[in-house]
């Protein structure tokens, strides 16, 4: 019973360490993007910076970007491409995850711009071979969407927050950041199980002998509609798990409720489909390459 006592509290106290960081990381952020994000993806309707816009856009942490540009594909303000580019791009709760961990807050810069030129690769990919291929969009006049689609753009930025967000930034940064540490506390008590009952060489010996397999268990990860996947994968990432490709598969095909808001935004299953199959084996070929290599 000792063990497990100190087990769990190991796992506890690691988490903690986290707290402060995560949550000057959510506070900077919420200043950063709070009152602005959905002005950001209005900006990608004028069609003058599509795939390379989204794939920028997409970088602002959390899922709402993903969420609102779903809306906006459906709506016909952007371009299926310019939705790739913002899925693949997206990487929801991991940048705050990797700023609150010093040891690996050098990896976020790299790691953002991998995701950016691939998301403009694959997006433009993706233009060129369905450039055939009709993608049915309700077509508005340009600028000209209904209230109703311009509310569900404004919320989908705060869907972490419930119906109401707190205009309050403080209380905002708070709740996000005690959302993400119950996820990284619950990983931490697993890993920490793992590594006293099976042995740290052992964990470390079978994630070398599946090192092509992890890129697909990421990816059913990545694939997780919420939040949840994100911490998930950088926290493997982190403790040495999984290496660099993995994660790249999995932050680059999870977008957080993303997929679900386009599955509910476009009534048009194959369409989502082609886009949602795109993202999953794009992914996973070009972050099992870089597996391979790194």
Do not use: W
Not at 84 to 92: K, L, N, P, R
Not at 168 to 179: D, G, H, I, P, T
Not at 224 to 230: L, Q, R, V
Not at 231 to 241: D, H, K
């Amino acid at each position: 019973m000792k063990e497990y006592l100190d087990v769990l509290l190991d796992a506890l106290l690691d988490t903690a360490k986290l707290a402060p960081f995560l949550f000057a990381a959510y506070l900077l952020l919420e200043f950063l993007e709070h009152r602005s994000s959905s002005k950001l993806a209005n900006f990608l309707t004028n069609g003058k910076f599509g795939v390379p816009g989204g794939a920028v856009l997409g970088c602002i942490p959390q899922c709402g970007m993903s969420v609102a540009v779903s809306h906006l594909f459906s709506a016909g303000a952007v371009g299926a491409g310019t939705l790739v580019a913002v899925f693949i791009s997206c990487s929801d709760e991991a940048v705050p995850v990797l700023l609150a961990d010093f040891s690996h807050i050098g990896t976020i810069v790299p790691l953002l711009l991998a995701k950016v030129a691939f998301a403009v690769a694959s997006g433009y990919l993706f233009d060129l071979i369905f450039k055939k291929y009709r993608f049915h969009q309700d077509h508005h006049h340009e600028h000209e969407h209904d209230c109703d689609e311009c509310d569900k753009i404004e919320e989908a930025h705060h869907h972490h927050c419930g119906e109401k967000c707190d205009s309050n930034v403080f209380l905002s940064a708070l709740k996000r950041s005690l959302e993400v540490l119950l996820f990284i506390l619950v990983i931490n008590i697993i890993m920490s199980f793992a590594v006293h009952f099976i042995g740290e060489e052992a964990i470390a010996s079978f994630a070398e002998k599946n090192k092509l397999l992890q890129p697909l268990f990421a990816a059913l990860i990545g694939l997780i509609p919420n939040c949840a996947g994100s911490v998930v994968l950088t926290q493997l990432y982190i403790s040495g798990s999984i290496g660099f490709g993995a994660v790249f598969t999995g932050l680059s095909i999870g977008s957080g409720i993303g997929y679900i808001s386009l599955l509910k935004a476009n009534r048009h299953i194959k369409d989502n489909v082609i886009i949602i199959s795109y993202v999953l084996v794009i992914s996973v070929a070009v972050g099992t390459v870089i597996q391979l290599i790194i």
